[in-house]
């Protein structure tokens, strides 16, 4: 059974940075795409970023030049580091993986989901 297990969420000021995991289990994503997406109250999912499965890099231009997504392969674990960090973009944030190579910016490219992890940032 695929788990992916999000964590590192919590409250910060703005102008402050949080790194977010994702731990994933059951399966090996070393070679597929994984992503972060977020989901504000009263909004809908949006895309954050990804790696391809190749790990090239893309991000949504909100958030283009403040965060940065990496992988670990020995931990299975998918990362997202965010500096700079705005009242907008406090979220949910969720990781998710693809049993494809496909690359994608939808949430309906992707096969497994975390349950997500609070991110609040104050003004």
């Known amino acids: 059974q695929v788990q992916l297990v999000e964590s590192g969420g919590g409250l910060v000021q703005a102008g402050g940075s949080l790194r977010l995991s994702c731990a994933a289990s059951g399966r090996t994503f070393s070679s597929r795409p994984m992503a972060w997406f977020r989901q504000a109250p009263g909004e809908e999912r949006e895309f954050v970023a990804a790696?391809?499965?190749?790990?090239?890099?893309y991000y949504a231009d909100s958030v283009e030049g403040r965060f940065t997504i990496s992988r670990e392969y020995d931990r299975n674990s998918v990362y997202l580091q965010m500096n700079s960090l705005k009242p907008e973009d406090t979220a949910v944030y969720f990781c998710a993986a693809n049993e494809r190579r496909t690359k994608s910016r939808y949430d309906t490219g992707y096969d497994y989901w975390g349950q997500g992890t609070q991110v609040t940032v104050s003004s």
């Open positions: 790696l391809t499965w190749n790990d090239s890099t």
